[in-house]
């Protein structure tokens, strides 16, 4: 299944309509087809009507206009038929009104004209609850409403539950009045209206993400082994999801400075959240850091400080005097061990 934005044009690239449906892959077999309403009611013949779906799967329908009258009535389409509600309290009679869910298991209303002679604009907010209206008297209020032939503009509200909020962006569409929109892909999308003359371009209003996730490394645990391989493990956050993580390596001896980082090819952009580097050799110090990126190809920057284990020295890599005797025994370091029965005698290391 694939999401198929179907929209419904009637002349001069003014959109009547716009909905998003998950439909086949296949492009035969849809079309329009008029619906019989089995029942004699239905909303009057108007324009400007706000519609949008419920969470119960039901559409809901507000207001409008006839040409001369702005309507007031709420209907519901249950997917055969058009019912007329009788919620207690309702909206004051408008067309244009701009509808939507508001992700809580309603919907909001907002906005509208109340008569055709001006056109009167409203600036109330209304909530349906799935069986009344509730009027809503949030802290901030849009000063824009659809359809509207008083003024033309191109500002940003969001709906965060509480109030309106005016959103600042980095770009926007031109001022416009009557423009369309239907959520899309997680956004809304947004075609045509008019300004100077009517609009065809089409504009989508999504989240842009521009924070790169962080990345914390979680092994090697301690700064010390004996053994010739190490497992790395590093653990990402982000606010949408980490995609991908780039891990490199360095290493240093005893007596001397780091080299260059390695970069393997199987460690860069691998969604595993760990690696395992192998033949460590006594006497180095392993550095390991990582960073990651999100869907957005947003990537963390490389840590400052890198979380390092070492592999110590064999005890033959210690110079000896003639009071230290090498022996071989497997139940020591790499097998073998140095040992002498004098008092104060020591062993020395190149560098120390």
């Known amino acids: 299944m694939k999401a198929r934005l179907v929209s419904l044009t009637l002349c001069a690239g003014l959109s009547a309509g716009m909905g998003l449906v998950a439909s086949p892959a296949v492009a035969s077999g849809w079309d329009w087809a008029q619906l019989a309403d089995s029942s004699a009611a239905h909303p009057e013949a108007l324009t400007g009507v706000a519609m949008a779906a419920e969470p119960n799967g039901r559409v809901l329908a507000f207001g409008g206009d006839n040409g001369n009258t702005p309507y007031s009535s709420t209907w519901e389409w249950d997917g055969s038929a058009w019912s007329q509600l009788a919620p207690t309290t309702s909206p004051p009679a408008r067309g244009g009104a701009a509808m939507a869910a508001d992700g809580l298991g309603g919907l909001i209303l907002y906005g509208g004209y109340s008569d055709n002679s001006g056109p009167t604009p409203l600036y109330d907010t ?204 497997i139940r020591f370091y790499l097998s073998t061990y140095t040992s002498t029965t004098v008092k104060g005698a020591t062993l020395s290391r190149t560098g120390a």
């Open 126 to 329: 209304w909530r349906w609850n799935g069986s009344n209206w509730a009027h809503l008297t949030p802290v901030h209020v849009p000063d824009v409403q659809d359809e509207s032939a008083f003024h033309l503009a191109s500002d940003t509200w969001t709906w965060d539950g509480q109030t309106w909020n005016q959103e600042t962006t980095s770009s926007q569409p031109e001022a416009r009045s009557g423009p369309s929109s239907a959520t899309a892909a997680g956004g809304v999308l947004l075609y045509g209206g008019n300004s100077a003359s009517a609009l065809h371009d089409t504009w989508s209003w999504a989240y842009i993400d521009t924070t790169p996730p962080t990345v914390t490394l979680t092994a090697p645990a301690s700064a010390f082994t004996l053994g010739t391989t190490v497992r790395v493990s590093y653990t990402g956050h982000d606010d949408v999801a980490v995609t991908g993580y780039d891990v490199r390596w360095r290493r240093a001896p005893y007596d001397g400075g780091f080299g260059s980082w390695h970069y393997p090819s199987s460690w860069q952009n691998t969604t595993s959240t760990s690696r395992t580097l192998s033949g460590l050799a006594p006497g180095y110090e392993y550095c390991f850091s990582a960073r990651s990126r999100d869907a957005a190809d947003n990537v963390s920057p490389w840590p400052a400080a890198a979380r390092c284990v070492a592999r110590p020295l064999d005890d033959v890599k210690l110079a000896r005097t003639t009071t230290w005797t090498r022996h071989q025994d």
